[in-house]
């Protein structure tokens, strides 16, 4: 399985690329260069060995005597002709104090009868100076007009690129929720104003889409309340004023339970949608240990359950006092719900957090999924699967951190607040 790259920015991408490429190009030109040049004044040493060979030859052959001039020409005369050779060779120099490098041709002729051998050599020292001293202008030439060129290639990108950026802080920027269409830049280069064109026409029909599906939510939810409501009203007029047996009294009371979990179902979804749109304004500093409190004694009445509030640390933060109720309600709800009938509820107010605490015979099965609309873990009727959900959207509108955890047979959900100052 390969490993995952991390992400760089584009610029420094391509910068990077740019880099390795010219400094890959840098040293193999160099190096060839300094191979070319070397074979190139290598050339013109050995040509200027023949010629002064050649010379040396057309001289004798005018009967003039052998001469030499120590150590670049030597003539000797020898019994036997064999195949000419170049090579290098040190020569002490005295002047110098040391041995020098030179470039010698020895050649084999046959002179008026006679059989000489010309060897010719020249000093290679100046041109491995003039090789080095070549190369070194060359790699400085060519690294400031790579610097030139790397300069201007990344400012020249980052002006290129400066619309792509822009749109792409104002796409991070969009919201469905935005009541005004996303703003880009134009360019005049035809892929991003491509590319605009068609982030404008899918974000703007987005943008309808989830307008037209949170009206037709709200539509719904609040017409639904009133025939809910009537339908309700009637059952009870029915129930209290005709004589009806026992099995039509179960009936009617398992209808009545039903529209009551409908309306549940309404309310909590005309709540998450406010909350979605941030309609609740009303910011105020509200104590969640005061608030847990009172949430416990309606508790207590209407579901005769045994809650202990232990810690009982003072917890202001700042938030909808409504959204606040919601919030303290709904935890309590569901550890009731859920919990067992003879075990305790333990609650748990520190100075920036609040713990609730139910028993339960096992773990959640997919706990990644507890905080979703409508999942339910159980098929209980009194659950309209809304309950965490709701509690999940109001700790992400203030910024709350929730978290569920199961230890020792006990179901734990832990709020860690921002704290009111």
């Known amino acids: 399985m390969s490993k995952k790259q991390k992400p760089v920015k584009l610029l420094r991408k391509a910068s990077k690329i740019f880099l390795i490429i010219s400094g890959i190009l840098m040293i ?52 036997e002709l064999k195949k000419d050779f170049l090579k290098d060779t040190l020569i002490y120099d005295p002047s110098q104090n040391e041995d020098e490098v030179f470039r010698e041709l020895s050649s084999f002729k046959n002179i008026n009868g006679k059989f000489y051998r010309i060897t010719v050599r020249n000093l290679v020292v100046e041109s491995k100076d003039i090789l080095i001293a070549i190369d070194v202008s060359y790699f400085i030439i060519i690294l400031l007009a790579f610097l030139f060129l790397f300069y201007f290639n990344v400012e020249g990108n980052r002006k290129v690129w400066i619309p792509f950026f822009k749109n792409l802080e104002a796409m991070k920027a969009f919201s469905v929720k935005s009541e005004s269409a996303i703003v880009l830049v134009e360019s005049n280069i035809i892929e991003f104003q491509e590319l605009s064109t068609e982030v404008s026409l899918l974000t703007n029909k987005v943008r309808d889409d989830y307008q037209n599906l949170k009206q037709f939510t709200e539509d719904v939810s609040h017409e639904s309340q009133t025939p809910l409501a009537i339908m309700q009203a009637k059952i009870e007029n029915i129930i209290n004023t005709n004589a009806i047996d026992e099995n039509q009294y179960l009936l009617f009371s398992s209808l009545q339970q039903d529209i009551q979990r409908l309306k549940q179902l309404n309310k909590g979804l005309i709540l998450l949608t406010k909350i979605e749109n941030n309609q609740f304004s009303n910011i105020a500093e509200i104590d969640i240990s005061e608030r847990i409190e009172k949430s416990i004694l309606n508790f207590r009445e209407l579901f005769n359950v045994e809650i202990i509030f232990k810690d009982k640390q003072s917890l202001n933060v700042s ?50 999924k507890l905080f979703n609309r409508f999942y339910r873990e159980s098929k209980s009727n009194q659950s309209t699967g809304l309950g965490l959900s709701i509690v999940k959207k109001i700790c992400d509108l203030y910024g709350f951190k929730i978290s569920y955890q199961f230890q020792e047979k006990t179901h734990i959900f832990s709020i860690i607040f921002k704290s009111f100052k």
Not at 55 to 74: M, Q, T, W, Y
Not at 355 to 360: D, H, L
């Open 319 to 368: 938030m909808d006092p409504y959204l606040a109720e919601v919030l303290c309600n709904n935890l309590i709800s569901n550890a009731v719900k859920h919990g067992a009938k003879k075990e305790n509820i333990l609650i748990f107010c520190f100075q920036n957090s609040l713990m609730i605490s139910n028993f339960g015979e096992k773990s959640i099965e997919n706990p990644e």
């Open 28 to 79: 193999v030109s160099t190096i060839a260069l300094y191979f070319y040049t070397k074979n190139l004044l290598q050339d013109e040493v050995e040509e200027e060995l023949f010629s002064t060979g050649a010379r040396i030859e057309s001289s004798l052959k005018k009967n003039n005597s052998p001469f030499s001039l120590s150590p670049v020409i030597e003539v000797v005369e020898i019994s």
